[in-house]
């Protein structure tokens, strides 16, 4: 008796699933994203400018502390960052 060894396309985590463009920008404003890169340009084999480039792209609510967060949706009065 053999056993296939491939997983099913359920176990696989990196399968192709269609995901709609507004779910992908949600998530990504939700929880960040970090996008970064290098430039380099040389000229026989030597470096002459090297530049970096990180950019964070994130709602400012996942950015914010969980205090201000709290003020901004009205928390209960009492609590930190909200008027009693």
């Known amino acids: 008796m053999t056993t ?3 997983p099913s396309s ?3 985590p990196l399968a192709y699933r269609p995901v709609a463009l507004v779910d ?3 998530r990504v404003l939700a929880t960040g994203v970090v996008i970064s890169g290098d430039i380099t340009i040389a000229i026989a084999d030597v470096d002459l400018v090297r530049i970096s480039l ?3 792209v ?3 609510g996942a950015l914010a502390p969980p ?3 709290d003020a901004a949706a009205g928390g209960a009065p009492g609590t930190p960052g909200t008027p009693a």
């Open 4 to 6: 296939s060894l491939a």
């Open 10 to 12: 359920a176990d696989d």
């Open 24 to 26: 992908l920008l949600d």
């Open 54 to 56: 990180r950019a964070l």
């Open 58 to 60: 994130a709602s400012v």
């Open 67 to 69: 205090e201000l967060r």
